[in-house]
T-cell receptor
Framework: DTAVSQTPKYLVTQMGNDKSIKCEQNLGHDTMYWYKQDSKKFLKIMFSYNNKELIINETVPNRFSPKSPDKAHLNLHINSLELGDSAVYFC????????????FGDGTRLSIL | GNSVTQMEGPVTLSEEAFLTINCTYTATGYPSLFWYVQYPGEGLQLLLKATKADDKGSNKGFEATYRKETTSFHLEKGSVQVSDSAVYFCALRGGSNYKLTFGKGTLLTVNP
């Protein structure tokens, strides 16, 4: 019954590696998002997809590449991981309306050794 | 562009105390306003929302009123519980791409 699920929950890896985080929503929403939350709890939007099309692409290194195979899935691939990439990454989804709240997954804690 | 400013924490209260977390915003047009809560180790959950001026959002004893004249959306609760300990985020949604803009979050700790 999980509305927005992301895997894995924890990811520990070394600098320079490539990793992916997967996200799926079963709410029938047409828009999905990736956020990065730093150690001070500050949330920054990274990407947003509406019906598989990229609509928000904030200033994010091009080592980060989102992929949306269908509107229920939005995966995040990260190349050449760096120490500064350590954070909690949240996936979210919503309907694309002004008063539509976003529903968040439980987060993926990425730790770079 | 849109922005949200909320009071910096951490805020520490005793159980049954009154809570206010201030939030002010800058936006073009008529945004929708939200409060989200993040419990330890979890994702954000919608706590309440208001979509037009003078609307009051409420949930779980929390309230916030959309004040267009003061561009504010302060969160209040009359009597906090230990289980309310969490990080609270004020947010607005507006603009051409309906991007959600968050404040920096306020950590609330309630002691028994």
């Amino acid at each position: 019954d999980t509305a927005v699920s992301q895997t894995p929950k924890y990811l520990v890896t070394q600098m320079g590696n490539d990793k992916s985080i997967k996200c799926e929503q079963n709410l029938g929403h047409d828009t999905m998002y990736w956020y990065k939350q730093d150690s001070k709890k500050f949330l920054k939007i990274m990407f947003s997809y509406n019906n598989k099309e990229l609509i928000i692409n904030e200033t994010v290194p091009n080592r980060f590449s989102p992929k949306s195979p269908d509107k229920a899935h939005l995966n995040l691939h990260i190349n050449s991981l760096e120490l500064g990439d350590s954070a909690v990454y949240f996936c979210a989804s919503s309907q694309e309306v002004r008063d539509g709240p976003q529903h968040f997954g439980d987060g993926t804690r990425l730790s770079i050794l | 562009g849109n922005s949200v400013t909320q009071m910096e924490g951490p805020v520490t209260l005793s159980e049954e105390a009154f809570l206010t977390i201030n939030c002010t915003y800058t936006a073009t047009g008529y945004p929708s306003l939200f409060w989200y809560v993040q419990y330890p180790g979890e994702g954000l959950q919608l706590l309440l929302k208001a979509t037009k001026a003078d609307d009051k959002g409420s949930n779980k004893g929390f309230e916030a009123t959309y004040r267009k004249e003061t561009t504010s959306f302060h969160l209040e609760k009359g009597s906090v519980q230990v289980s309310d300990s969490a990080v609270y985020f004020c947010a607005l949604r507006g603009g051409s791409n309906y991007k959600l803009t968050f404040g920096k979050g306020t950590l609330l700790t309630v002691n028994p």
